[in-house]
């Protein structure tokens, strides 16, 4: 199979969808890779180190789309990819089409078959795919909560660890999954006093047992909630209900009581955000202040760390990409019922029912 690796356009998205790594196991399972020129550079990989691994570097993208049996990508397609694409050809990235009708109706018309990282799911509910970017985005979020309690970005000049005879800072994670529970790692190993709620009483036991006790675990209600927050230099905001939009549990009212100067990253800002106050910032201007809190909601935190992210992101695709080019996306899906997950348009009809459900139309099945 040939597969391409084009150069992301989404505005500053400086991830790539393989790694020089990822290019040697397509080679050596008889694989022709494309790769766009300075597909790599955003996530410091040079053309050579993929030549060096055994691609062919592409000057012209158009010719690439033309070639390529599968293009795997990072973000999903935009108005300029859509006429590169072809019949048959399979688009394996990030596509989020039950939120895009425009994207949808363009991959139907264009007849292509879009399997989607984050609908890949594992049989206990998980999105394989999905997690490393929760990963990223929990470890960063102390890093950059950090970045908010400094003075000069608006904060009130609280070192997170602490120095002797200064105590350290307290982190309120709300959520326990991966984002908080990664998150909760990086703030312990700080040196930080953290606590964390949420309402599966599994979750909290696991942190407990693999934090040792070093965190305080509550149960995720307005009281707990309430009480932690009003004392928290940071909150960390890392709830999901699947499918749904983020609850909003912590309200301007308990902010007003926190001390000037606190700061909340609240990553659950793509769905919504678990705050009254949050809306949506970038990676250009990522912070603002509201009732003397400092506020970080970037709906795309790895794209900060585009490197790790990349690698991480790789680490997680490379073996679909791999069944999906060794076997053919047909046999792949039939053979892995996971994969099949992941199918969500072919050939111009819906293969997923939440998007069937989310434009009510017809959904096939694989
Ligand atoms: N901003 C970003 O760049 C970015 C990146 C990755 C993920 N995210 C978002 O981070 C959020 C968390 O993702 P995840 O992968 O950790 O999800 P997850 O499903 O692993 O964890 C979510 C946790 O929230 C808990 N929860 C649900 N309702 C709660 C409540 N009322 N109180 C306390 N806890 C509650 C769940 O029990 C679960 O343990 C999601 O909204 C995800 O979209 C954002």
């Known amino acids: 199979m040939i597969v391409g690796v084009p150069k992301e356009i989404k505005t500053a998205e400086n991830r790539v969808a393989m790694t020089p790594a990822g290019v040697s196991a397509f080679v050596d399972n008889h694989h022709e890779v494309l790769v766009e020129r300075n597909a790599g550079v955003g996530s410091g990989i040079s053309d050579q180190a993929y030549v ?5 570097i592409c000057d012209d993208v158009k010719e690439m789309w033309r070639r390529a049996d599968m293009i795997i990508k990072v973000k999903e397609p935009l108005e ?7 019949e048959g050809q399979v688009i394996f990235t990030y596509l989020h089409l039950a939120a895009d009708r425009h994207l949808t109706e363009s991959l139907m018309k264009k007849k292509v078959v879009g399997i989607a990282y984050e609908t890949i799911q594992l049989d206990d509910g998980s999105l394989p795919l999905l997690a490393p970017m929760s990963e990223v985005a929990g470890r960063l979020s102390i890093q950059m909560g950090a970045y908010c309690l400094e003075a000069k970005n608006g904060g009130g000049g609280v070192l997170l660890p602490g120095v002797s005879g200064v ?55 307005p009281a707990n909630v309430e009480e932690q927050v009003a004392y928290a230099d940071l909150v960390i905001g890392a709830v999901l209900i699947p499918g ?38 970038t990676h ?53 019922h996971v994969l099949k997950k992941g199918v ?23």
């Open 52 to 56: 060096e691994a055994g691609a062919k």
């Open 80 to 86: 300029a990819e859509f006429p590169l694409m072809r």
């Open 167 to 221: 105590p350290p800072a307290k982190i309120v994670i709300i959520g326990a999954g991966i984002a908080g529970a990664s998150a909760c790692s990086v703030a312990v190993g700080i040196g930080a006093r953290v606590s964390i709620l949420d309402i599966n009483f599994g979750r909290l036991r696991y942190i407990h047992d693999i934090m040792q006790g070093h965190v305080s675990t509550l149960m995720s209600n």
């Open 244 to 281: 749904a939009k983020a609850p909003k549990l912590v309200t301007r009212e308990m902010l007003r009581r926190m001390r000037p100067g606190s700061a909340l990253v609240d990553i659950a800002v793509d769905q919504g955000g678990c705050c009254e106050t949050t809306r949506p910032t």
């Open 284 to 336: 250009t201007n990522p912070t603002y202040v509201e009732e003397g809190v400092v506020h970080y909601c970037v709906a795309n935190m790895p794209g900060a760390v585009p490197r790790t992210s990349t690698y991480a992101l790789t680490n997680a695709t490379l073996l679909y990409g791999l069944e999906l080019a060794n076997k053919g996306w047909e046999r792949a899906v039939a053979d892995n």
């Open 344 to 366: 969500n348009v072919a050939y111009g009809k819906v293969m997923h029912h939440g998007v069937a459900d989310a434009f009510g139309l017809k959904c096939e099945s694989c």
